[in-house]
């Protein structure tokens, strides 16, 4: 089902409240949730309108990890303007240069742009968090859970749901100490970071489902990215990088491996989620990527618990598109 881009009604008065009357409004993409974005342009400016209609969406989260980026240092979009009660924002526009593209143009900037992500994580983990909410056992169970609730009925598995609950419990529990809570953005990925023209380091988006949690999660969303190969060496150096900037050990690999293993169990089960519930069947095709981290994770020792379930519930051939798997 293709994502519906005509411009919301409120649009156009919304804009001239803002002072962009008359101004043109193009699609420039929708995402894996309700959320639209539209380019404003007016003569030799422009800007981003954000949709996020309510009840669906709520954009407050979005607008105060904003300003608290802002306030400390970091690039996230400026707040032009934004009527809650209709879910509309208008954006700094950060134009269209992806960290994504510009690597897959340039694999030459690869270590160089990944290297300036993880200093910026490096500077991020040395902020107070800018939330309270926990990054906790409790989500971290609810969201491998989608797993065993979209995946495996898709590709027609039966499944030990109680041993799969202890099992993660087995592995996540031990990272509830042992270090201080960060602002995990989540989705910190080579489609979320912005090369600001004109500008110094890189401009984020998708930042409103924030959390206090550990530090590895961010790294592994930059570097098991779901949307985009990252060559195992450029995952190792940058590793070697953070660990050299901050003097994080051996608990933090561990940590960066069994967070790994539940980030892509989870978008696993998202992935197949957006497929069977939203109708949006481009997103199963990422998942043998997604697996091919999963099961490099799932190899070191302290997943093993984990690994001992996936062994006898989930076969080889049960492991891929979920679209293909089912067929």
């Not at 509309?88 to 290297?115: H, I, K, N, S």
């Not at 609730?149 to 099992?167: H, I, K, M, N, Q």
């Not at 491996?257 to 989870?266: E, S, T």
């Amino acid at each position: 089902m293709a994502v519906d881009m005509t411009p919301p009604l409120a649009a156009p008065a919304f804009l001239a409240s803002a002072g962009w009357d008359g101004a043109d409004i193009l699609p420039v993409a929708g995402d894996a949730s309700f959320r639209r974005y539209f380019r404003v342009v007016d003569g030799g400016r422009s800007a981003i309108l954000m949709d996020a209609p309510p009840p669906h969406e709520d954009p407050r989260p979005f607008l105060a990890v904003a300003r608290w980026l802002t306030r400390n240092g970091f690039a996230a979009p400026a707040i032009l303007h934004e009527d809650l009660a209709q879910g509309l924002v208008l954006l700094e526009d950060f134009g269209d240069m992806r960290l994504r593209e510009t690597v897959d143009a340039e694999p030459t900037r690869e270590q160089g742009l990944y290297g300036a992500a993880v200093d910026l994580l490096v500077r991020l983990h040395q902020v107070e968090a800018a939330v309270e909410a926990p990054y906790d056992l409790a989500v971290y169970q609810r969201e491998v859970a989608l797993f065993v609730e979209w995946y495996c009925p898709a590709v027609g598995l039966e499944t030990d749901l109680a041993g799969y609950r202890d099992a993660w419990d087995a592995v996540l529990a031990p990272l509830a100490d042992g270090h201080r809570p960060v602002t995990v953005l989540r989705d910190y990925h080579a489609e979320n970071l912005m090369l600001i023209e004109g500008g110094e380091g890189l401009g984020l988006l998708d930042f409103q489902d924030a959390l206090a949690g550990h530090p590895a999660y961010d790294l592994v969303s930059l570097l098991q990215d779901a949307r985009r190969d990252v060559p195992e060496a450029t995952e190792a150096a940058m590793l070697a990088r953070y660990r050299a900037a901050t003097g994080a050990g051996a608990a933090f690999d561990i940590a960066y491996h069994v967070l790994g293993a539940q980030r892509n169990a989870k978008i696993i089960g998202i992935f197949t989620r957006l497929w069977k519930r939203d109708g949006k069947p481009r997103y199963p095709s990422l998942c043998p990527r997604v697996w091919r981290y999963l099961e490099r994770d799932l190899a070191h020792p302290a997943l093993k618990p984990v690994a001992d379930w996936f062994a006898a519930n989930v076969p080889a051939e049960k492991r891929g598109d979920p679209m293909q798997v089912a067929a």
